[in-house]
Nanobody
């Protein structure tokens, strides 16, 4: 059973930074793509960022491009999401996901999900 555990969320003022991490339990994790999604109150889940198995390709939504950076640490089986210049509209529950089958941008393509972690950006 694959387990994904997010960490690093919390409360931050607008303009500040947070770093989310997602630890994956699967031994062969280095052969899978990973993604981050978020769901704001009253809104649909939306794509944030993704990274391919090699770490050489990354994808971002227009709303976070230039502010967020996704990376992976093979030695620690972890994927990170560095979030800079945070805005109140970034407030949401953030979820990491693994094993995309098809497009990295669609939540339906991912097989495994973490429990989610809350990020709150105050104005």
């Amino acid at each position: 059973q694959v387990q994904l555990v997010e960490s690093g969320g919390g409360l931050v003022q607008a303009g500040g930074s947070l770093r989310l991490s997602c630890a994956i339990s699967k031994r062969t994790w280095n052969a899978v793509g990973m993604g981050w999604f978020r769901r704001a109150p009253g809104k649909e889940r939306e794509f944030v960022a993704a990274i391919d198995w090699s770490g050489n390709k990354s994808f971002y939504s227009d709303s976070v491009k230039g502010r967020f950076t996704i990376s992976r640490d093979g030695a620690q089986n972890t994927v990170h999401l560095q979030m800079n210049s945070l805005r109140p509209e970034d407030t949401a529950d953030y979820y990491c996901a693994a094993f995309p089958s098809g497009t990295y941008l669609s939540p339906d393509a991912y097989l495994h999900w973490g429990q989610g972690i809350q990020v709150t950006v105050s104005s």
